[in-house]
Each structure stands twice: as structure tokens, then as C-alpha cells.
């Protein structure tokens, strides 16, 4: 961390900005090391074209209120009943490396949710509280706002939703409090943060994410904090540029799962058997980086060869995956499905049943396409096509919103 960023985190709040703003981020896909990655190895992770997008109104009525209609939450505070919990901010920026335990701690008092049984509703007025609190921990008075939050992301599901939604807050919070900020925008247009800045947003969003998922690799928030196809690994963010425009299939099982408790289980297996699970982990890495080879070598040139490679690290990766013990009955069935019309696919994200993703070629035929979504559909999964390598994090203007979010993000 630079120290002038240093400098911001232990600002005396700079100018706590009072308009209203919207935010989005997008979701991601992980190509592959999706759980080895909370372990230190190699992860290939891209941005996808569904995303979440927040609207933050200023108010006056020292009333703190949260709008989350994906999952149905809507909370308020009077801001007088916060300003107890909070604890200045710890002196040691390196201490953003963990979770602040004693307001983590608070907050549960305060809400009284417990941390036995995390539920959706919980993580995110957590994740909520934890980074206003965080962020305001200096300020003077705490600020009231309204928060509003929609996605075009199915929750839970291995998309990276709850760090699309953690960039978001931190995104907006940090410009109200005047940390970063507000890059001009155009009307029906967006404008992105600088460099130092976006830093700051993916450090706090990784709080978020702390608080959602107990220990994340902070790879979804850095795809949703600065968008494109990245490698991660142990908090080493490397952008790819030279890569092919890959055809990606995305099918939702629809099948619900709790990344926080998938995750929790990969590590008890690990403990349970080290000397078995550490080789696998081990090849995961190798997978990773024979796939980030090989799509260096396509940006030149790319053969069916390549895509035969890429095909058979998705069908190796499946099996570790389930090895892991994060594959699900619904995942196999994806697998065998677009197998039998020739196409590879594997699960992404955190598995236990969510997302999985197929790897399409330039030339897959669109009655193959059509046959293979048809079938998944009758399945009872939701199939789509998606766009890849989206940006990330972005300020809009209200008429640079779709329609349909807009009338959502209006609506509370
Ligand atoms: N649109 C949203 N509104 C409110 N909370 C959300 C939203 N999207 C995600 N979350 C939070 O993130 C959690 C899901 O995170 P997770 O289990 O990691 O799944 P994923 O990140 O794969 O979607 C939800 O339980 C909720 O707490
Ligand atoms: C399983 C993991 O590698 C990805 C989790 O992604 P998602 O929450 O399922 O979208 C965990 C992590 O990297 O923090
Ligand atoms: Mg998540």
C-alpha cells in the first residue's frame, strides 16, 4: 500500500461529499482455482456483463436506510443508536488485512444475528453496517443516507454477487465520505476512479467480502473493483491483456449454497487430509497456469489444438473439484449434458450446486447452442450466453442506467 494511501485511510475525514450518486460492479466467472486460490495458489477470473448497481440518496432525517429487494431486506437506523458501536479506526493500515473482531463483535450484539447460522439476510446488513461503520469511524457526525441496491445477478449462485455488492458499498461510502473522489460523468455516461483509488475501494470491498464469506481469497472483489480478465494470486492482482475473446456458456443450476460454508468445508478437509488434498491443490495451480500459457499463446494464433487444451483443463478441473467436495448432482448433470453435443464444462465459483460454466469454440455450431441451452432449460437451469472482460467499478449518471434498474433503484 502507498504510503499517500496510507495517508487517506488515516485522513481526518477529507470533504464528506452530499449528492446523490449510483454505482455499479459487475459480477465475475472464475475460469479456474476457484477455492484453491483461498490457499494461496493461481486463480483465472473474468468480469461478466451482469451487475449490481447501488443509488445512494443524502438525507436529513438522520435516518440510515438500507433497500435490498433482491432478497427482500429493508432496515432503517437513527444514526444516534450507531455512533455507540463505533471504535476509531485501528492506527495500522496493515490491520485492513483482517476483520476488526471487537466491531465485528458489536455489530452482532447490536443486530442480534449470530454467526452460527448465517443467513442471506444477515451477511448483508453485516457487510453494511461493518463498512459504514468502518469508513465514518473518523467523521464527525455519522451521515444519514438511503441506500438502494439491485442486481442483475442471481444471489448465491457463484457469481460473485456478494462482491459486486461489497465494491458497491464501498465504492459509494468512500465517496461520500470524501476519501476518493467523484470523477465528473457526462449525462448518459459513466466515469471510473483512479488507480490509487480503486485500491482503496477493492481494500474495503475485501472487508465486505470478510464479513460475507468469513476468509476470501479477494479475488471476486478485485474482478469487481477493476473489471477485465485477471490472474490472482495470494493478493497479487495481474491484468491479462492479451487474451482471446473467449465464448463462454453460463448455466445457473439454481441449485442454493452458502459460499461462507463450501469454503469452511474445503479447509476441514484440508486439515482432515493434508497429504491428499495438497497434491490436488497443487494441480489446480498447474491447471491455472497451463490455461493462462495457453491463452497467452492464442492471442497470436489461435488452432482447435488450443481450444482441445482448454477443453481438457475444464474436465480435469471438474474432477478436483469434486474431489474437494464442492460438486453437486446438478453440476455432473450440466457436464454430462453439453458433453454429449461435445462441449466441456465445469462448475464456477464456489460450487455445491450455483453456476457452471462451458467453454464455447469461435465456430460451435447455433443449432448445437440451441439444442444444448433447450436441454439445460428443460432441466429447470437457467442458460445465457455472456459477455466477458466487462469493466469494473463505475460512477453513472442516472440516464446511463438501464431503464428497468433505474425504475427498481427509483421505486424505494
Ligand atoms: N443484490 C444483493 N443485495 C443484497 N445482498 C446481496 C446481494 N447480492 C449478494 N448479497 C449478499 O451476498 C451473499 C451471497 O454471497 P455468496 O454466498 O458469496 O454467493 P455469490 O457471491 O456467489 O453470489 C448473500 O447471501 C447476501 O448476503
Ligand atoms: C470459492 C472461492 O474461490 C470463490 C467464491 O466465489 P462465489 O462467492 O461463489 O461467487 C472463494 C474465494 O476465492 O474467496
Ligand atoms: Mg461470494
Not at 449462485?157 to 465504492?171: I, P, Q, R
Not at 436441454?375 to 450466453?385: F, K, P, T
Request: aromatic share 6%; charged share 15%.
Amino acid at each position: 500500500m502507498s504510503s499517500s494511501m496510507c495517508h487517506v485511510l488515516q485522513g481526518q475525514c477529507l470533504l464528506m461529499h452530499s449528492t446523490e450518486l449510483i454505482v455499479s460492479a459487475p459480477g465475475k466467472a472464475i475460469l479456474h482455482g476457484e477455492h484453491a486460490v483461498v490457499h494461496g495458489k493461481v486463480a483465472l477470473a473474468v468480469s461478466v456483463n451482469l451487475r449490481t448497481y447501488l443509488r445512494l440518496q443524502p438525507s436529513s432525517s438522520g435516518i440510515l436506510r438500507l433497500h435490498l429487494p433482491n432478497i427482500e431486506v429493508f432496515a432503517s437506523w437513527d444514526v444516534s443508536t450507531l455512533l455507540p458501536l463505533r471504535l476509531p479506526r485501528a492506527a495500522d493500515p496493515r490491520d485492513l488485512n483482517k476483520l476488526d473482531l471487537a466491531l465485528f463483535q458489536r455489530l452482532h450484539d447490536f443486530t442480534g444475528f449470530t454467526d452460527e447460522a448465517p443467513d442471506t439476510h444477515s451477511m448483508a446488513v453485516l457487510a453494511f453496517l461493518y463498512i459504514y461503520l468502518s469508513i465514518f469511524a473518523e467523521s464527525r457526525e455519522l451521515p444519514a443516507f438511503t441506500v438502494t441496491v439491485c442486481s442483475e445477478l442471481p444471489t448465491g449462485a457463484g457469481l460473485g454477487s456478494s462482491a459486486a455488492f461489497s465494491v458497491c458499498l464501498s465504492a459509494a461510502m468512500l465517496s461520500v465520505q470524501g476519501a476518493i473522489s467523484l470523477p465528473p460523468v457526462h449525462p448518459e455516461s459513466t466515469a471510473r476512479w483512479r488507480k490509487e483509488e480503486l485500491e482503496l475501494i477493492n481494500i474495503w470491498a475485501f472487508q465486505g467480502e470478510r464479513v460475507i464469506h468469513g476468509t476470501p481469497s479477494g479475488v471476486d472483489n478485485a474482478v469487481g473493483t477493476w473489471g477485465g480478465i485477471l490472474r490472482y494470486c495470494a493478493g497479487n492482482i495481474t491484468p491479462l491483456s492479451r487474451v482471446p475473446m473467449l465464448r463462454i456458456l453460463l448455466t445457473n443450476t439454481k441449485i442454493p449454497r452458502s459460499t461462507k460454508l463450501l469454503v469452511a468445508g474445503v479447509r476441514d478437509k484440508i486439515k482432515k487430509f493434508p497429504s491428499i488434498m495438497a497434491p490436488v491443490l497443487d494441480s489446480i495451480d498447474g491447471i491455472s497456469i497451463t490455461c493462462e500459457q495457453t491463452l497467452q499463446e492464442m492471442a497470436n494464433d489461435a488452432t482447435p489444438e488450443h481450444y482441445s487444451v482448454l477443453e481438457e483443463l475444464m474436465d480435469i478441473n471438474q474432477h478436483h473439484l469434486n474431489v474437494v467436495g464442492v460438486g453437486h448432482a446438478s453440476l455432473d448433470h450440466l457436464c454430462r449434458v453439453t458433453l454429449a453435443r461435445g462441449l466441456h464444462s465445469k462448475l464456477t465459483g464456489a460450487g455445491g450446486g450455483g453456476c457452471g460454466i462451458t467453454l464455447l469454440r469461435p465456430d460451435t455450431d447455433s443449432l448445437v447452442l440451441q439444442s444444448v441451452t433447450r436441454e439445460l432449460r428443460d432441466c429447470g437451469y437457467d442458460c445465457w450466453e455472456t459477455s466477458i472482460g466487462v469493466p469494473g467499478v463505475q460512477l453513472h449518471s442516472a440516464s446511463s442506467v438501464k431503464g428497468d434498474v433505474l425504475s427498481v433503484l427509483n421505486s424505494y
